[in-house]
Nanobody
Framework: QVQLVESGGGLVQAGGSLRLSCAAS????????MGWFRRAPGKEREFIAG????????YYEDSVKGRFTISRDNAKNTVYLQMNSLKPEDTAVYYC???????????????????WGQGTQVTVSS
């Protein structure tokens, strides 16, 4: 069984920054890619960033490119999401997730992930 625990959410003004963390336990973290998703009120869950098991490949949804950076520290079993230049439309619950497939590189859809954190709220005020 895998447990993922997000932290770092909160309330921030537009233009500000937050760093989300996701701590993993229960599996060899370094053998699996990770992703971040978000769900805004009244909207579907959407992919925003992913990172391969090695950390060599990262990829983003277009609306966050250049503003968000995903990274991982395999020694700490933790993946991060640095969010800069935040906008009110970034307000959502943010979830981290672990790839379903061993040593996969890219995964954009929720079905490609089989473990999820409980979510952390990010609210950006205008």
């Amino acid at each position: 069984q895998v447990q993922l625990v997000e932290s770092g959410g909160g309330l921030v003004q537009a233009g500000g920054s937050l760093r989300l963390s996701c701590a993993a336990s229960g599996r060899t973290f370094s053998d699996y890619g990770m992703g971040w998703f978000r769900r805004a009120p009244g909207k579907e869950r959407e992919f925003i960033a992913g990172i391969s098991w090695s950390g060599r490949n990262s990829y983003y949804e277009d609306s966050v490119k250049g503003r968000f950076t995903i990274s991982r520290d395999n020694a700490k079993n933790t993946v991060y999401l640095q969010m800069n230049s935040l906008k009110p439309e970034d307000t959502a619950v943010y979830y981290c997730a672990l790839h379903r497939v061993y040593r996969s590189t890219y995964a954009y859809t929720p079905s490609a992930y089989n473990y999820w954190g409980q979510g952390t709220q990010v609210t950006v005020s205008s």
